[in-house]
């Protein structure tokens, strides 16, 4: 556990007693867009959703939560903040993550149209209106850039900034800077910087830009701001000038919000901001920008994809290869001088690796990105579906190989620093304790006294130099016939605890075979209306220990007999196992 308030020197995030900060967990969203109406719409309670996943967040070793919140559902036309039910889980969350020693970060606008958005204009066709919604947030009637330069849209920001920090949660009557496990904060997901091209001539309306960037009487505004502001800067070229509208944008902007939050949170929340896709600031008005805002931290992003968040399914891709690619815009500049890193996003569109998470892990290691958020961990609640975002899926019951992958790349992020080597070879990568091969998806990570591994393999290990293993297959020390994960505690000595996950089966295509480069909208999916891409048998699992002979195993007070090779045919479960 690191103790809090975070703070950074040196570009190094430091907890409050001056440990190094290192970080390793999800993006995580029941309470809110297609996750909260996937779990409505099958009459699932969305509070023990969250009680499964949070025991599933400890087995994985997840310890860090973002989420955007979507303001488009919980606010109306003016910012004020409206009490609902998303409100209400979202505040269910938030305790208990506090109660299980889980940090979060959230960024406080997620602009983008919620699904709700789309099925309620659809169950009422002609006669749907925005007072259909409990919540119909101010979000829905500007573009994106628009809520850094309009007057009108920061002042509804404002209004929303203040009600969201100063309300209490319903379930421990704490405001949020109260929270001292709320770590980091960002205004905006991905925030829009403006551009000049885009300021000049708006692009050609598509899935991404047609209310992304301002249109008709708003992009008239922006217009309008710009031509008056080269009026009064008539010595700077046109690209002079248009950094330095840019910059004033944004100090007004950061102005106004990142002042909210120091005037309720003071220095106890790390101040986080978008620094673009690549990871890396290059202008050095923006980065003027951020230093004079107070920002202590990039938020970055990595999508091991042709284009973009979900361009393409990248099941079958190199990612090694692609990584290798991706970091190489990093390597002059392994740190940045200014600012500390964090990663607000990160993944490979369709894949159902876990490898593919792993070799990010091990790049971010390398590069100091102190506190990682996968995107995204679908509840298992609604897992069996994979609805939602369809690309991003993780889930310790539904995606075990890529669950197991994920946990053991989260134990040697932890433990590895800035600027360790990593060796490279076109089919695997080793660590000093780990490593990653593409072949039959292997993560393999052993430290701390804990072994976990994504598939079978012979890494060597010995039982009495571990308390835990985690695993999915046959290792040096078990065979295991199930293709899913099981635990290995010990309590003492030669007692430990076994717990079994059912057996996973894959019924068809886990992402639904949709095509990609499609807009948020058709990520829909009714879960009443399609069958599961995924199913859990309740079959027995031959279970063996190779190492060490096991003198007892018992479910509760039944003691389990043995098979003449010594292997148990065991149900999933948790068991008690006495090893001579």
Partial sequence: MFKTPFQVHDSVIYDADGKKVKLFGVNYYTPFNCNFLNIEELGKDHFAAIDEDIQQFKLLGIDFVRIHIYDREITNRRGHVV????????????EQCAQNGIYLMLAMCAWWTPLSNQTTMEKNYAYWYTDEYDAFGFSNFFSADSLLWNQDAIDCQKVYYHEFFSRRNKFSSKTLPEYANLVAMELMNETPYLRLDFVKNPPEPNWMSATQWSRGKLHEQLL??????????????EEQCFELFNTAILENYFSCLWGIINQYFGGNTLKCQFSGHGGRLHSPTLRAAFKKAGIQVLAVGTYLNPCGFDGTNTNSENHLEIATRWFENWQDAPRDPDFARVSYEYNASGAQTGYSLAVIAAMYAKYDVQMTAMFTYTPTAIAAWNPGWVGHYLNLLHTP??????KAA?????????GEPIQFEPEAWYGSDYRIERKNDLVCSLGDRKFTYSNSNEYPVQFNELDEVFGRGNSQLVECSSNSCYLLRRLAANEWQLELFPDQQYVKEPTHGKTYLRDVSSRYINCLETTPVSILRENRIKFKFRLTATLEIRSGSDIISPAADGSYELKPGTYHVSLN
């Fill in 83 to 94: 009490e609902n039910k998303r409100l209400e889980v979202f505040d269910y969350f938030v």
């Fill in 224 to 237: 309008g701001m710009w031509e008056e502001f080269k009026n009064v800067h008539p010595g700077e070229t």
């Fill in 401 to 406: 190989s890529r669950a197991a992958g994920f």
């Fill in 410 to 418: 989260g134990e040697f992020f932890r433990r590895h620093d800035f």
